[in-house]
């Protein structure tokens, strides 16, 4: 091998010193030299068929028994191509053993090992240069997967359609006459975008609950060389139901207390509270801000509507806590584990504007309320809102009711933190695996449910 990659050296070398340009007696002082006048393919062509044969012109003939796979040879970068040599009337042809590579440039070269009849050698090296043809794609596109899949069921109502493509598509072939969604006969309105090999379609308004529909791709989708689907395609799903028989998340004994917490309950200025506050396991010095005063059992305090209990007050307090707070956890996991959600991350958790209609939804990220949002529904509808990060609510923003919506239906389940802000106003049961925070002038109606601190700042809470 050491031998052979030597050799190799060695015959290019003149390729190395010298580049030819098509050599012709008005440029060569020397008009009895030996060279290449002409060449097929020719200098730098491009587009080059890849079965192609590598074609030489001499100006005058030459000896055939110098004209082989010594003086010709044939490069792709520096690895030769195998192939055959011929001569016949001042013609040298190489023919490649295979089919050249698509996009590839290849160097022919004729080295001055090759002698005219005479016995003249080439003075220097001919060096052609040149590339082949990129690869025609005829074969029509298909389709790899759909989401959701053919005759799925219980899709959630937010869904996303995604239908992916064995290749990249021509962007401006997917769109609303190649790409439709229908409900029956009516067609959905909603967004389409194409990115990679990915089609997407979000529908403008969610879709309906327990509803058949069918999505279209047409044969005017095309790939980037024009070939268009071989058929038209089509998918049938069905959506979920769970929207029209969401129960409520069952508090317990939990639902007794407008606030309760196991760590502390910690109030700054003066706040108006409606109903009963605990805390359990915690005893009573970590409740402050409220100027309690000791009650048997319970404690009062001029910003309470209702008693105070403390994990350390008198019989039957301490059982009566240790049971709320064990039911406080089992609604939290009985939130947290509903099934099949009628809606996945919506609005990617920036929920602001939004009006939100009966069911259970479902976000992996935080949740931000920017601006004011509408709960909408009847006095029966539930919605179950299960968050693995935080809820942040901004300053000044309302929850609004909307139809006969209760605030009583309404169980936000936090697995971070939540946060009211300044002045705004809230609605619904808040049952968090960690703190809740009312920031200064914050309202609410329902209830506070903490496994950790409730912290209050001059705010109104009142129960349902």
Known sequence: MKFQKI?????????????????????????????????????????????????????????????????????????????????????????????????????????????????????????????????????????????????????????????????????????????????????????????????????????????????????????LAGNALEENTTVDFTTGATAAVLPIVDLGTAANYVILAKTAINNSSTSAIVGDLALSPAATSYITGLALTDATGYATSAQVTGKVYASDMADPTPVTLTTAVENMITAYDDAAGRPTPDFVELATGNIGGLTLTQGLYKWTNTVTIATDITITGTADDVWIFQIDGDLTQAAAVNIILSGGAQAKNIFWQVAGETTIGTTSHFEGNILCMTGITYLTGATMNGRALAQTAVILDANTITEL
Do not use: R, W
Request: hydrophobic residues 40%.
């Open 7 to 223: 050799m190799l050296a060695i015959m290019l070398l003149p390729i190395l010193i010298f580049t030819n340009c098509n050599n012709d007696d008005e440029n060569n002082p020397n008009p009895d030299a030996t060279l290449v006048s002409s060449s097929t393919p020719t200098q730098d062509a491009e587009e080059v068929n890849i079965n192609t044969t590598i074609e030489f012109m001499f100006n005058q003939d030459m000896d055939p028994t110098t004209i082989n796979a010594t003086s010709i040879i044939l490069l792709a970068g520096t690895i030769p191509i195998t192939g055959e040599v011929s001569y016949s009337n001042k013609v040298a042809t190489f023919t490649p053993s295979a089919d050249l590579a698509f996009s590839t440039v290849y160097t022919a070269n004729v080295l001055i090992a090759a002698k005219s009849a005479s016995g003249v050698a080439m003075e220097t090296a001919y060096v052609l240069s040149f590339t082949t043809e990129a690869e025609v794609d005829g074969s029509a596109p298909s389709i790899n997967t759909t989401d959701p899949l053919n005759n799925a069921t219980d899709v959630i109502l937010n869904k996303t359609i995604s239908i992916l493509f064995n290749e990249p598509m021509n962007p401006t072939t997917i769109n609303a006459t190649t790409f439709m969604v229908k409900d029956g006969t009516t067609g959905v309105s909603g967004s389409i975008n194409f990115a990679g090999t990915t089609a997407t379609f979000t529908p403008a308004v969610n879709f309906e609950a327990n509803t058949d529909y069918t999505v279209t791709l047409t044969t005017g989708a095309k790939d």
